[in-house]
């Protein structure tokens, strides 16, 4: 995986630099290219000295329908005339990106190095990637199992997430699966729906996931940025939380250590998944869109853009994975606070001692949400 992505950011800065010596670069001589263009062949029995050079027209009186010296053009690089306007389409006159050579690498089309590095790096190790996560994640909850609440329910439930804080999150949460799934069936749908439903379904599949794609990354980023505001002053780094990472947060040895609020792998997830990640994934992902003011838009900052989406994108889906396993199944009751935003004293006591310990001291209120009767929320008296 280390090799995969240090290629593809190897050649995002090739694919950079191309950008800096885009049309009407000297064309670059194509011997490898030249010679597998049959129709770019000398017929045989033909004296020209010249046939290599030929402009079309002059082709076309020798050999009619040839056309191969337009292509010879095209390939060059050099940009020809375009009624769209530059600002909008800064390369809207060059059909063709032009020829690089990367290094240990034969000459070839920058935009057909980023294909090869979307479907022979990202695509297979990505996936593989993904599916051993899954696997991993299978193999826990199978073996060691899902963390269960040990003591008896008290009935006594505590405030753990406000309203605000559950709209936020589970916005974001509507946004991430439209995106994810949509993201997911674009880049792997093709060897596992398309053979299902055949070409003109995927087709249309594809062109409306696309859509929905690009109308809800706005929507993620938005409430993006909201959960990172909202969830950050409890995830900062604090005491403990070393020791807690060090023994794994005790998952192996079923004694779960002491932790706050949010225990240390949560804070993982939020600084490594949701701050890092999340925002490199919405400014890639806003790239992608044209909606990055003061970016010129041309081929080579797609594919940086697009490269970099999708591996910061493949990460962040991994680190989610976890969450999300932990969130459900993996940690019984822990679903029931984000969903109804109570959990039981007996919960809270188990998987946040140093937060169940200061509620009680009294030092943070156990109901936070200002409610005229708060047991018409849970049904149970609210104690602290
Ligand atoms: C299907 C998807 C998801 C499910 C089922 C889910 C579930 C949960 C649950 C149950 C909690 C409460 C954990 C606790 O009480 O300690 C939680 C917390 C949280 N979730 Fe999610 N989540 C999902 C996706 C997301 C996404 C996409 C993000 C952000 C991009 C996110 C960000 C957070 C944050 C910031 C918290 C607060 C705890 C922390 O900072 O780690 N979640 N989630």
Redesign the pocket.
């Known amino acids: 995986m280390i090799k995969a992505l240090s290629v593809a950011l190897l050649l995002a800065f090739e694919l950079g630099g191309a950008t800096a010596q885009t049309a009407p670069a000297p064309a670059p001589a194509m011997p490898g290219i030249q010679s597998q263009n049959i129709a770019d062949v000398k017929p045989e029995g033909s004296q020209d000295p010249a046939y290599a050079t030929q402009t079309n027209g002059e082709r076309s009186k020798v050999q009619p329908g040839n056309n191969a010296p337009v292509w010879r053009e095209v390939n060059s690089g050099k940009a020809g005339f375009s009624s769209l306007p530059v600002t909008q389409a800064p390369e809207a006159g060059v059909l063709i990106q032009p020829f690089v050579q990367y290094p240990g690498s034969s000459l070839t089309n920058a935009g057909d190095a980023w294909r090869q590095v979307r479907n022979n790096w990202l695509i297979p190790y990505g996936g593989s990637l993904l599916l051993i996560v899954l696997g991993a994640i299978a193999l826990f909850h199978f073996t060691v199992g899902p963390l269960k609440v040990k003591e008896e329910l008290t009935g006594r439930k505590i405030e753990?997430f406000s309203y605000f804080e559950r709209a936020a999150?589970w916005a974001?949460?509507a946004a991430?699966?439209a995106l994810a799934v949509s993201g997911l069936v674009m880049a792997f749908g093709k060897f596992f729906i398309l053979p299902v439903i055949g070409t003109t379904l995927f087709g249309w599949l594809t062109y409306v996931l696309k859509n929905v794609h690009n109308f809800a990354g706005p929507l993620f980023a938005v409430s993006?940025l909201v959960?990172i505001v909202t969830?950050m002053r409890?995830?900062l780094p604090a005491k403990g939380d070393l020791n807690w990472l060090l023994r794994g947060g005790g998952l192996f040895s079923g004694h779960e250590i002491d932790s706050a609020r949010?225990n240390a792998g949560?804070?993982v997830?939020?600084w490594g998944?949701?701050f890092f990640l999340?925002l490199i994934v919405v400014v890639s992902g806003l790239a992608l869109n044209k909606l990055l003011p003061g970016l010129s838009y041309d081929r080579s900052t797609m594919q940086i853009a697009h490269m970099v989406h999708s591996v910061s994108n493949l990460l962040m889906l991994v680190m989610?994975m976890g969450?999300?396993y932990l969130?459900?199944l993996g940690t019984k009751g822990?679903?029931e606070?984000?969903r109804t935003g109570y959990?039981d004293e007996t919960w809270a006591e188990q998987h946040h001692k140093l937060w169940y310990d200061d509620i009680k001291a009294g030092r943070i209120p156990a109901q936070r949400t200002r409610v005229a009767n708060a047991s018409a929320h849970t049904g149970k008296p609210v104690q602290a």
Do not use: P, Q, S
Request: aromatic share 18%; no cysteine.
């Open positions: 753990r999150h974001n949460v991430f699966l993006l959960v969830f409890d995830n949010y949560e804070k997830v939020f998944g949701v999340g989610f969450h999300i969130g459900t822990a679903l606070g984000m959990v």
